[in-house]
């Protein structure tokens, strides 16, 4: 079946601009979160939803950081006013809920570069 | 503060020869622990992963082992092969959390023919 995909899979904004990102995880999946990865590191948890409720966003690292899933499938994360830190690939990944597993399954990602 | 550590950004290895790439974690509350192989321009894909009651998990070519006591866990890779050369992460998730995965940096693996 089809995995989780993300687009765009690139994106140049202007610092200051809002950017939004979209999230078609797996279908089935009900839990979905975002990860930020910056260059040479690993993956960072921003956000994780389950369902169209956002349960943790502890890792959003300003308020310029929103994310919704309003009908539980599809998830958009906007950054408003963006700053060259953002820059930075940004990873969904989704699971079946309460697996036991803590798999996920990730998208190719969004590298979003701030000019 | 970290609390996944891979300590080596790079190992290179022969074609054929074991490939070990280790994990250090500083969590206690970690329960679940996973290794991601991420190839350049991809998203992470799962690999193998080992629950903490346990000691070892295998896979086909892909073992991991897990020291509880001394907060270690290991992924060895034989007999290595150059498809396997990519970049691994190791990742881990806390009991009664979000299930949110807590990343290593990675370890850049080269396996040379």
């Known amino acids: 079946g089809a995995g989780v995909s993300q687009s765009p899979r690139y994106k140049v904004a202007k610092r200051g601009q809002d950017v939004a990102l979209r999230c078609d995880p797996i279908?089935?999946?009900?839990?979905l979160f975002w990860y930020q990865q910056a260059l040479g590191q690993g993956p960072e948890f921003l956000t994780y939803?389950?369902?169209?409720?956002?349960?943790?966003k502890s890792g959003l690292p300003s308020d310029r950081f929103f994310a919704e899933r309003p009908e539980g499938s599809v998830s958009t994360l906007k950054i408003q006013r963006t700053q060259q830190e953002d820059s930075a690939v940004y990873l969904c990944?989704?699971?079946?809920?309460?697996?036991?597993?803590?798999?996920?399954?990730f998208g190719p990602g969004t590298r979003l570069t701030v000019t | 503060d970290q609390q996944v550590k891979q300590n080596s950004p790079s190992l290179s290895v022969q074609e054929g020869r074991i490939s070990i790439l280790n994990c250090d974690y500083t969590n206690s509350m970690f329960d679940y622990f996973l290794w991601y192989k991420k190839y350049p321009a991809e998203g992470p894909t799962f690999l193998i992963s080992?629950?903490?009651?346990?000691d070892k998990n295998e896979d086909g070519r892909f073992t991991v082992f897990l020291n509880k006591s001394a907060k270690h866990l290991s992924l060895h890779i034989v007999p290595s092969q150059p498809g396997d050369s990519a970049v691994y992460f190791c990742?881990?998730?806390?009991?009664?959390?979000?299930?949110?995965?807590?990343f290593g940096k990675g370890t850049k693996l080269t396996v040379n023919p």
């Open positions: 990742a881990a998730s806390a009991k009664g959390g979000s299930e949110k995965l807590v």
């Open positions: 279908s089935g999946h009900v839990s």
């Open positions: 080992i629950s903490s009651i346990k």
């Open positions: 939803f389950q369902n169209e409720a956002q349960l943790d």
């Open positions: 990944a989704s699971s079946l809920a309460f697996s036991g597993t803590y798999e996920q399954y």
